[in-house]
Every structure is written in C-alpha cells, then in structure tokens.
C-alpha cells in the first residue's frame, strides 16, 4: 500500500536515484560502521547505506513507516521524537564510542534537531544532513554577510562544516516548496572549552536587534554583568568572529 506523505510530520520523501546515491558516496558508509539515519521515510537512502554497512540503527516518528521499517531483517528501529531520543545511550547501546548520524531531516523542526544533537556531540564521529538549503546557509556562513547569525556561531564554535551537494525540489516526492541540500558536520576534536549555555544566551541577545550596534543589546547585558573587559561593542552583532564570542563566554565563566 502507498504511504501518504504527511505534512504535520514534514514528510517529503527522496526518489531521485542520482541524487540519492550522490549522498550515499558522500556519507561513504563503510562495513560495520555505527549509523543512526533520522527519519528513514520510505528507505530510499536507508536501503543503500545498510547495504553497504551490513547493520543500520533508525529513528522514526510515524508509526505506519516504523511498523514497515520493522520487517526488514537488518534494521534497527527506534520509533521516536527524535527531539527524545538520547543519542549518547544510542552509542552505548550500539557499544560504540562514537556514532555516524545521517538523515533527511524534518524541515519544520531541523533547528532543535541541530541543537539537541550538540548536547551528545561528545559520541558523534560526524553527522550528514540533508536540509532546507536556506538553513544550511546560514550553518556554514562567514562573518559580515546576511546570513550569519546565532545558528552560524553556535555550530561553527563545535563542528567544521561543508555544504556538500545541492538537491532541487523536484527529486523529492512530493516536491518541497524550498532548494535542498547536504550538509557534512564534523565535530572539532579539541574545541575551545566553553560554558555552552552561557554561549548561547550571548549570542542570542547579541542578535536580538542586528541592525543596531551591540552596544544597545549585548552591551547592556554586559553592563548588567559588571562586565569591565574590552570587548568592543560598537560593532554589529554580525561582524563578530565566532573566535570572539567564545573568547567573552570564556572571558565572563573562566574555568
């Protein structure tokens, strides 16, 4: 029976077979590698990745995929919120120190997928996504462009990133209303150390107004903090190097 795309799960499933085997080689899944693919859909990529890794560990929401991905004898199912998943006992249970993660993921929901796989990036050998391309601009984004912001600083603190491969709507079925790609995650081995909530409240008031000098958001949390460094905030939030806002949450929790 045909599996009805559902749009409060975000669901658009892949069927280009050039498109999907271009991420396959990309991915590059080699025998008896841990893989945990998010949201393996109708198996499109699933089936050539546990082809060649002889064993594939899923995550799946909808239960009447979940119930199909079931019956294939080398699969592995979680059916799950990814959002609830806890990929560090994923590793242990896989009795792995690290862990491969692929997926297509859910559009509507990609930005908490990204953070909560931060929280267990200490057990992630790296991470391949395909995504609204629009997102994956922003991830990889240079300072004192337009799409530079807090998702940019978060992940780029953490992971060395590459936009890999361009997907347009029509590979997809049914066809999204928004360009795709891949994007490669590798986590950075020794990162600068850092309290990573504080990280993220900087940064995120830092971009509460981009348009205007620091000095009216970040400046004022500063103040608030006694903060009596020399970080200059007479600048825009978005002509700040990732290297710097490390270097103020380091400056304001020192270990």
């Keep these: 029976m ?21 991420i396959v080689r990309a991915i ?32 799946e929401l909808d239960r009447d995929l979940a119930a199909r991905l ?14 609830k998943v ?21 559009y509507n929901i ?7 796989l931060l929280e267990h990036v200490r057990v992630i050998e790296d991470q391949h996504f395909m995504l609204q ?19 940019s600083v978060m992940l780029q603190w953490r992971y060395a990133m590459e936009d890999v491969l361009f997907v347009p709507p029509e590979s997809f079925d049914p066809p999204p209303r928004v360009d795709s790609a ?14 990573v909530a504080l990280l993220s409240e900087l940064v995120q008031v830092a971009f509460s107004q981009r348009r205007k000098l620091l000095r009216h958001s970040l400046g004022r949390w500063l103040e608030a903090r006694a903060y009596a ?19 103020l949450a380091q400056e304001l929790a020192p270990a």
């Design 70 to 83: 079931r019956q294939h004898g080398q699969l592995d199912v979680i059916e799950s919120d990814v959002l």
């Design 2 to 22: 045909k599996h009805i795309a559902r749009k409060r799960f975000g669901q658009h499933f892949l069927s280009d077979p050039g498109i999907i085997d271009a």
């Design 182 to 195: 891949v994007v490669r995650m590798l986590p950075y081995e020794q990162p600068a150390a850092v309290d």
């Design 110 to 116: 990609s930005t908490p997928i990204l953070f909560h």
């Design 229 to 247: 460094g020399g970080f200059d905030t007479q600048r825009r939030a978005e002509e700040v190097a990732v290297s710097d806002y490390v270097a």
């Design 133 to 151: 391309k629009e997102v994956i601009d922003r991830m990889v984004a240079a300072p004192a462009t337009a799409a530079y912001g807090r998702l």
């Design 86 to 106: 806890d990929f560090t006992q994923v590793a242990k249970a896989l009795a792995a120190p690290k862990i491969r993660v692929v997926g297509n993921l859910p």
């Design 28 to 59: 590059a899944p080699r025998p008896g590698q841990p893989m945990v693919e998010i949201g393996p859909g109708l198996a499109a990529l699933t089936q050539p990745l546990v082809e060649r890794l002889g064993r594939l560990t899923v995550i």
